[in-house]
């Protein structure tokens, strides 16, 4: 699996809607609202989660994993580590979660990005959908 197959405007529609989001001052909060109501199990995760180290982390990383998708080696590391921590010998974070994640991440960025669109949503899922790949792997 290549991240090179991702088409460049596709990742610049991308790139460029996750800087607005993460321009936003709402967005990871809305982020982690529509995340944790989008089922039990995500809930029953994250009880007991300090949720401001926890956006904190999630801030950083969206960002290398926008690298990643963009197939930037620094980006691609960061995926790799992720991997290594969120796998079955680390949190054991289950496959079905990353449905959730991006789902939740969509609707978030779908309501702080003021330009979002339909093209938009769509280049979140094409640039995301590989990297969790990679992750669930």
């Known amino acids: 699996l290549t991240m090179s197959s991702i088409d460049p405007a596709t990742y ?12 936003s001052e709402t967005f990871l909060d809305r982020f ?23 956006r904190s982390v999630l801030r950083g990383s969206l960002y290398l994993v926008a690298r990643a998708a963009g197939g930037f080696s620094d980006g691609m590391e960061h995926l790799a580590t992720i991997a290594r921590s ?5 949190l054991d974070i289950k496959a079905e979660f990353y449905d959730h994640w991006l ?32 992750m669930t792997r």
């Open 32 to 54: 982690y609202d529509i995340f944790l109501k989008s089922s039990d199990a995500v809930a029953a995760r994250f009880a007991g989660v300090d949720m401001n180290r926890q």
């Open 86 to 90: 969120h796998g079955e010998n680390g």
């Open 103 to 134: 789902a939740a991440l969509v609707r978030a960025a779908g309501e702080c990005d003021p330009h979002f669109d339909d093209a938009t949503g769509a280049a979140w899922e094409t640039c995301l959908r590989p990297c969790i790949a990679i």
């Open 12 to 23: 610049t529609t991308f790139e460029n809607s996750l800087f607005r989001c993460a321009a």
